[in-house]
């Protein structure tokens, strides 16, 4: 089978083996860091935004992996609401990443990096 997304392999056995795409891992991590409270929304650039707009969810936006044999790197680009501890909500933020990826595909994570790109007015403490 052909794909032409970059995919990792984390199985392989008498069965088969079982592969994840990165696009999957940096999902896993974007969905995280949004179930944190503080976090107002995912940080995209100009591509991410217009896709937004056209009502075309991107769930990875905001994040890059690096995956390695057998961990991942993450950096992940946030939107924080006015009124909260960026230290505090971003080490919540790096926890909740961790365990996810960790969590869901086995990998162990090398590191979460986290860019405070904006504070959202909206939505306030």
Same mark, same amino acid.
């Given at each position: 089978?052909?794909?032409?997304?970059?995919?990792? +392999?984390?199985?392989?056995?008498?069965? &088969? #083996?079982?592969?994840? %795409?990165?696009? $999957?891992?940096?999902? =896993? /991590?974007?969905?995280?860091?949004?179930?944190?409270?503080?976090?107002?929304?995912?940080?995209?650039?100009?591509?991410?935004?217009?896709?937004?707009?056209?009502?075309?969810?991107?769930?990875? +936006?905001?994040?890059?992996?690096?995956? &390695? #044999?057998?961990?991942? %790197?993450?950096? $992940?680009?946030?939107? =924080? /609401?006015?009124?909260?501890?960026?230290?505090?909500?971003?080490?919540?933020?790096?926890?909740?990443?961790?365990?996810?990826?960790?969590?869901?595909?086995?990998?162990?994570?090398?590191?979460?990096?986290?860019?405070?790109?904006?504070?959202?007015?909206?939505?306030?403490?």
């Amino acid at each position: 089978m052909a794909d032409d997304r970059k995919v990792f +392999k984390i199985k392989e056995d008498t069965l &088969g #083996e079982v592969r994840i %795409a990165d696009e $999957v891992v940096a999902i =896993i /991590a974007g969905l995280a860091a949004t179930e944190v409270e503080g976090v107002a929304s995912m940080a995209g650039n100009i591509t991410n935004e217009l896709v937004s707009k056209l009502g075309m969810k991107n769930l990875s +936006k905001g994040v890059k992996v690096e995956v &390695g #044999e057998e961990s991942v %790197a993450v950096a $992940v680009a946030l939107n =924080i /609401a006015y009124g909260y501890s960026i230290p505090k909500v971003s080490a919540k933020v790096q926890e909740k990443i961790k365990t996810a990826i960790e969590t869901m595909t086995g990998l162990g994570v090398e590191c979460v990096n986290i860019r405070i790109a904006s504070v959202d007015m909206k939505n306030t403490k």
